[in-house]
């Protein structure tokens, strides 16, 4: 799946998903959101760390699913491009040599 495809999908999910709930989605709650997964996924690797009975590899794994999507679901409210905006920050770091060895 292309980068423009895997944006595309993730919108018309949180369309539905939104729809649903009743939400109207703005770049705000999307934010905090983002952070709660965030926040889900630190809890994991601190129970990985300290508290190992309570650590989930599948909770890890979901967190980084949501977490992807809530980044893409601000992308687009934000009417960003993806691929254009991760590719704009290669290109400048491998002009700025930041990347060589």
């Known amino acids: 799946m292309e980068v423009g495809d895997f ?4 919108a018309e ?11 109207i989605p703005d770049e705000e ?3 905090i959101h983002l952070m709660e997964e965030v926040g889900e996924l630190s809890r994991e690797y601190v129970s990985k760390r300290m ?6 590899p599948d909770e890890v794994e979901n967190a980084i699913g949501d977490i992807m999507i809530q980044l893409v679901k601000l992308a687009i409210l934000r009417n960003l491009d993806i691929e254009k905006v991760v590719m704009k920050i290669i290109k400048s770091d491998e002009e700025n040599r930041l990347l060589e060895e």
């Open 29 to 31: 709650s999307t934010l």
């Open 51 to 56: 508290r190992k009975d309570k650590y989930s």
């Open 13 to 23: 999910f949180v369309v539905k998903w939104d729809k649903k709930r009743n939400n």
């Open 7 to 10: 944006q595309k999908r993730i």
